[in-house]
Nanobody, 124 residues
Framework: QVQLVESGGGLVQAGGSLRLSCAASGRTFNFSPMGWFRQAPGKEREFVGGISWNGDTTDYADSVKGRFTIARDNAKNTMSLQMNSLKPEDTAVYYC?????????????????WGQGTQVTVSS
């Protein structure tokens, strides 16, 4: 089992940037694809992006492609989400999670070890 802790959320104006971090404990982090998800008030949790176990491959939702970048450092058991050109519609609680599969997936049900989330608020 992997325990995950997100940090780095906050309040930012539209057009600004934030960098979220996900710190993992547990040796399976290094061998697992990881993902970022978000949940806005009154909406379902949605896929934001994912990264392969070695960081070579990433996948992004269309809504964030070109603005968000995921990276990981397996030596430090961390993953990051760099968010640029933020929009008010990016406002949500952001979660990191571990894929239970050896491949990247956008399916929420195939992730476990969810963190507690970090709030991102983008003002217009």
């Amino acid at each position: 089992q992997v325990q995950l802790v997100e940090s780095g959320g906050g309040l930012v104006q539209a057009g600004g940037s934030l960098r979220l971090s996900c710190a993992a404990s547990g040796r399976t982090f290094n061998f697992s694809p990881m993902g970022w998800f978000r949940q806005a008030p009154g909406k379902e949790r949605e896929f934001v992006g994912g990264i392969s176990w070695n960081g070579d491959t990433t996948d992004y939702a269309d809504s964030v492609k070109g603005r968000f970048t995921i990276a990981r450092d397996n030596a430090k058991n961390t993953m990051s989400l760099q968010m640029n050109s933020l929009k008010p519609e990016d406002t949500a609680v952001y979660y990191c999670a571990r894929s239970t599969k050896v491949y990247m997936t956008r399916s929420l049900s195939l992730y476990d070890s969810w963190g507690q989330g970090t709030q991102v608020t983008v003002s217009s």
